[in-house]
């Protein structure tokens, strides 16, 4: 029996929908529905096609046999603040498998071909700081600050997207699909903030996929300020670091102050007292939570999951409902990261 009742309770959350809210829409009882996400009982045609029409996912996705990289539900690296709710937490997690079985759905129908690939490692054996330089080294990225370092990233056949995810807690969460990773990023974060997210899913991408470690997020963020500030290059400008010096370095590095100051910290090029008078200035100006210099950071914009809809439409000749139903959704009505912007011609 297909395990539709993980499919099915995982895009109920990602909708933002309960159990009782999805089984009064559906017509049913919430015991009902618990038995189908529960896989106590599989929903006819009829019930699979009112689920469709509601969850705005065609019916052959929901009762696809998905087999991904851990499972359907599988918990996610996230990387989020402390105080961050359940329901948040729970709410972004579902947005993630929603998305990762429908990068599975689509890459097992049209195949990528990436120019990288995402390597990985083990931890125990391998350090995140040595992860990342040999990261750098296979994709033969240049030496010095990473230029739109999305670009990099889906060029490893990663799927990122950006999403309101309805808090600032979130920062963004990241798991494998089938061969290829998905990405999930807070598009309320500025800048830098993303770039420092993304380099940190990928670390945990890389480290953590196969091995589980009790230090996963420090692990995840010395493999980030390596991947984005190579010590070798970075470790001669580390000396002297007053706010106007970290400011200069930040638009260089495209990287926070605080990320900047850490990784001075780590390498010992600052000491215990600098860092505690360090984060002393940063809170007099103010600067700990909205830190100066971030508008001078391009702002990175996803590309490969619209590319691939549009290459399916333009090379392909498919419509956009064909293409949306390819990546699981019932029809093109609603916006999908795998859909380019609907142009409207104008007769002048």
């Given amino acids: 029996m297909n395990q539709i009742g993980d499919v099915i309770l995982t895009a109920r959350r990602a909708a933002g929908l309960t159990q009782e809210e999805l089984a009064e829409r559906l017509g049913i009882t919430q015991a009902a529905l618990s038995r189908y996400e529960n896989n106590l009982r599989e929903p006819d045609d009829a019930a699979v096609e009112r689920m469709s029409e509601i ?8 009762t696809h046999p998905f087999q991904l990289r851990g499972a359907i539900a599988a918990d996610a690296h996230m990387r989020r603040q402390k105080t961050t709710k359940v329901t948040e937490w729970k709410s972004a997690e579902s947005k993630l498998n929603l998305y990762r079985m429908r990068s599975a759905f689509l890459t097992r129908r049209i195949p990528l071909n990436p120019t990288n690939h995402m390597p990985t490692f083990d931890p125990d054996e391998t350090t995140p700081a040595d992860a ?3 990261v750098r080294a296979q994709w033969r990225m240049p030496i010095g ?8 990233i889906e060029s490893a056949g990663v799927i990122v997207i950006e999403e309101r995810l309805g808090t600032r807690r979130i920062d963004g969460l990241s798991q494998w699909a089938s061969e290829y990773p998905v990405v999930l990023l807070n ?6 903030r993303k770039r420092w997210t993304l380099a940190h899913e990928v670390g945990h991408l890389v480290l953590h996929s196969n091995y589980i470690d009790p230090d996963v997020e420090r692990q995840a963020n010395e ?4 991947l984005l500030m190579p010590s070798h290059i970075i ?3 580390l000396h002297n670091l007053t706010p106007s010096r970290l400011l200069a370095l930040k638009k260089m590095w495209g990287v926070s102050m605080q ?3 850490e990784h001075a910290h780590h390498l010992g090029k600052a000491s215990a007292a600098d860092r505690t008078k360090f984060y002393r200035t940063m809170n007099a100006r103010g600067w700990r939570r909205h830190e100066p210099g971030t508008d001078v950071i391009a702002d990175e914009q996803p590309e490969l999951a619209q590319t691939i809809g549009q290459t399916l439409m333009i090379r392909g000749g498919l419509s956009r409902d064909e293409v949306a139903r390819l990546t699981g959704c019932r029809s093109a009505g609603n916006e999908s990261p795998f859909l380019p912007p609907e142009t409207h011609l104008r007769v002048v």
């Fill in 223 to 226: 493999f980030a300020a390596e």
């Fill in 132 to 134: 990342a330089r040999m």
């Fill in 259 to 261: 990320a900047i100051f």
């Fill in 187 to 192: 598009a309320d974060l500025p800048a830098d």
């Fill in 55 to 62: 969850l705005d996912l065609s019916p052959d996705f929901l």
């Fill in 235 to 237: 470790e001669p400008d």
């Fill in 145 to 152: 600050p990473v230029r739109n370092l999305t670009r990099w």
